[in-house]
């Protein structure tokens, strides 16, 4: 955990350096067929179930709910999961 932190504020004073938009840090949501979900700029797994996983982002939380879901890749900067996604939500 200690370095997704690490990383991340990292890359928080690369983009203050490079004068680059604050919106790079923010997290980016792509879903394919509704059965694959990937969210890159995460910052941890905060709950992980078949039927429910909670993602923590620099905005807030990602909630995603369906049946059979699993983690299929987990690194630093992105998180990939699949099964049968129902419902997406972002929370503050």
């Known amino acids: ?5 690490d ?3 990292l890359k928080r004073k690369v983009v203050a350096a490079l004068d680059l938009p604050k919106e790079i840090l923010l997290p980016v949501i792509t879903v394919s067929g509704g059965n694959e979900l990937r969210v890159v700029n995460y910052k941890g797994i ?7 996983i ?5 905005c807030g939380i ?3 709910e369906g049946k059979r879901l699993a983690l299929n890749k987990i690194a630093a900067e992105a998180v990939t999961l ?3 996604i129902t419902r997406i939500e972002m929370v503050e």
């Open 54 to 58: 909670r993602l923590n982002t620099q």
């Open 82 to 84: 699949s099964g049968h």
């Open 7 to 9: 990383t991340f504020a």
């Open 1 to 5: 955990m200690k370095r997704l932190i």
């Open 46 to 52: 905060m709950e992980y179930s078949g039927d429910r």
């Open 62 to 64: 990602v909630i995603v």
